[in-house]
Nanobody
Framework: VQLVESGGGLVQPGGSLRLSCAAS????????MGWFRQTTGKQREHVAY???????VYRDSVKGRFTISRDNAKNTMYLQMNSLKPEDTAVYYC??????????WGQGTQVTVSS
């Protein structure tokens, strides 16, 4: 299984981005999936995850701003990020959740929020 993240970029504070996570296999059909992020010098942290049934969990700092969704038929997961803040700047990764699978980590996609 390979996970490929995309959709990152440079955005001004208050702006929006939509991240995508595409899987090469049918991982989405049998696993809860989530988004994680990491900044230089810090540990990777959980951002949000979604179960196979569609239930969602968010870290407190992104509640009301980020929305996670999945399309099992397309083996794709999304993270809609609105009202972005400079502290959201990080490399974003997708993986199984809430416990990530070590050998599934991909390259991630860089999100930079700056004026």
């Amino acid at each position: 299984v390979q996970l490929v993240e995309s959709g990152g970029g440079l955005v001004q504070p208050g702006g929006s981005l939509r991240l995508s996570c595409a899987a090469s296999g049918s991982i989405f059909k049998i696993n809860a999936m989530g988004w994680f992020r990491q900044t230089t010098g810090k540990q990777r942290e959980h951002v949000a995850y979604i179960t196979t049934g569609g239930s969602t969990v968010y870290r407190d700092s992104v509640k009301g701003r980020f929305t996670i969704s999945r399309d099992n038929a397309k083996n794709t997961m999304y993270l809609q990020m609105n009202s972005l803040k400079p502290e959201d700047t990080a490399v974003y990764y997708c993986n199984t959740a809430p416990i990530p699978t070590n050998h599934y980590w991909g390259q991630g996609t860089q999100v930079t929020v700056s004026s």
